[in-house]
Every structure is written in structure tokens, then in C-alpha cells.
């Protein structure tokens, strides 16, 4: 019997590490062509079902017209999911221009 919960245990956290985000790449003309990045956060609520303040990629690029747009959660974004329990979930918007 400690056999078998530790072994559901162990498929279990490892299950949960294995566990992977997403992260979404879009590309604007010919892409990103200097190299600048520009970073802002998004911030969703009750699992990301309600957004809260959400960032403007076409704003955060200043006006380029080659820019690539990824939306990512980062450690620190699933950090802070995990510690609210899923109430307070962000993800990062990066553009590179």
C-alpha cells in the first residue's frame, strides 16, 4: 500500500514539473530587425478568465513597422499563480522591434 501512494505520488509531481506553458509568437512584416526589446506585463484574474490591465504590442513598438510580438508566462508569472492559487494569473508581452 506505501508502495503504490508513494509511486501515484511520484507520477504525480513529476506530472506537475513536466507541465509546460504556452507561448505564443506572432511576427509583424519582415520581424524584428534591431534587436530592442520592450517588456510589459498583462494581468488576468480567476485563472485568466477575467483581464485585467492587458499591454498594447502596436503601442509597445513604438511605431516599427517589422516587430515580433511573443506572449509568454515567465517563472516569476507562474510564481505569483501559483502563490494566489490561480486568482491572480500574468503573463509577459515581449516585442522586439
Known sequence: MKKTIFSLSLVFGLSLLMSSCYTYTHTVGKGAQTGVEVKNPN???IFGLAPGK???PREMAGGAE???VT???????GLLNALTFGIYTPTTTIVQK
Open 71 to 77: 506572449i509568454t508566462h515567465t517563472f516569476v508569472d
Open 54 to 56: 492587458l499591454s498594447n
Open 66 to 68: 517589422d516587430y515580433e
Open 43 to 45: 494581468h488576468y484574474f
